[in-house]
T-cell receptor, first 118, second 108 residues
Framework: NAGVMQNPRHLVRRRGQEARLRCSPM?????VYWYRQLPEEGLKFMVY????????ESGMPKERFSAEFPKEGPSILRIQQVVRGDSAAYFC????????????????FGAGSRLTVL | KNEVEQSPQNLTAQEGEFITINCSYS?????LHWLQQHPGGGIVSLFM???GKKKHGRLIATINIQEKHSSLHITASHPRDSAVYIC??????????FGAGTILRVKS
C-alpha cells in the first residue's frame, strides 16, 4: 500500500507557464482533496473531488486553476499562466467513500508538491 | 477572527517535558483532526476526534464539543517530536478548516 502519491515533488516554472500536479489516492479511496500552503501561511482547502465529479471547489481561485479526477488515472490540479504568487506547497489527501459517509473523514495525506514560480 | 485558533504559536521544551497544544474553534464541526508536519516534509494525520479522548503511544488528544476546544498532549517529549502540529476541523461538509499551526521544538 503505497499511500497517497504526489508528483512531481518539486516543480519549477517560469511566469506564464502551466503547472500540472498529480495525485494518486490510496488504493480503495475514491475521494480526493487538494490543499494549498502558501509560504509562512497555514493550509487552505482548495477542492474536493470524487471520481469524475467536482463536489466542492469553493477554495479554488476563480481563474487559471482547475482540477479533475478522471475515471482512470490520478487526480490533476492544473494551474495555467502561473504567477509568482502561485508558489506554494500543494497537498493532496484521500479518503474512502465509507469513511466520508459515516463522518469519519479519515484522511491520508501525500507528501506534497512544491511549486516554485520564477 | 480565524475559525480555528491554536495556542501557543511557538513552543520550546526540554526533552522529557509534558507538552500541551490547544485548539479552539468557532464553527459547528463533525470531526477534528490533529496533524503533524515535519520541516520540508509531508503531513501525517495523528488523530481524528469527534468526542472524548484518544491515545496513541505518547500522544493524547482530547476534545470538548460543548466548549469547542481540543488539546493535544505529548508525554515524555523527545527531540524527534519537533514539528509543526496543526489542528483542523471538518466543517461545511467535508471541507477542512486549518489552524495556523504550533511550531514545537524539543531540545535535548
Amino acid at each position: 500500500n503505497a499511500g497517497v502519491m504526489q508528483n512531481p515533488r518539486h516543480l519549477v516554472r517560469r511566469r506564464g507557464q502551466e503547472a500540472r500536479l498529480r495525485c494518486s489516492p490510496m488504493k480503495g479511496h475514491s475521494h480526493v482533496y487538494w490543499y494549498r500552503q502558501l509560504p509562512e501561511e497555514g493550509l487552505k482547502f482548495m477542492v474536493y473531488l470524487q471520481k469524475e465529479n467536482i463536489i466542492d471547489e469553493s477554495g479554488m481561485p476563480k481563474e487559471r486553476f482547475s482540477a479533475e479526477f478522471p475515471k482512470e488515472g490520478p487526480s490533476i490540479l492544473r494551474i495555467q499562466q502561473v504567477v509568482r504568487g502561485d508558489s506554494a506547497a500543494y497537498f493532496c489527501a484521500s479518503s474512502s467513500w465509507a469513511a466520508t459517509h459515516i463522518g469519519a473523514n479519515v484522511l491520508t495525506f501525500g507528501a506534497g508538491s512544491r511549486l516554485t514560480v520564477l | 477572527k480565524n475559525e480555528v485558533e491554536q495556542s501557543p504559536q511557538n513552543l520550546t521544551a526540554q526533552e522529557g517535558e509534558f507538552i500541551t497544544i490547544n485548539c479552539s474553534y468557532s464553527v459547528g464541526i463533525s470531526a477534528l483532526h490533529w496533524l503533524q508536519q515535519h520541516p520540508g516534509g509531508g503531513i501525517v494525520s495523528l488523530f481524528m476526534l469527534s468526542s472524548g479522548k484518544k491515545k496513541h503511544g505518547r500522544l493524547i488528544a482530547t476534545i470538548n464539543i460543548q466548549e469547542k476546544h481540543s488539546s493535544l498532549h505529548i508525554t515524555a517529549s523527545h527531540p524527534r517530536d519537533s514539528a509543526v502540529y496543526i489542528c483542523a476541523v471538518c466543517a461545511y461538509g467535508n471541507k477542512l478548516v486549518f489552524g495556523a499551526g504550533t511550531i514545537l521544538r524539543v531540545k535535548s
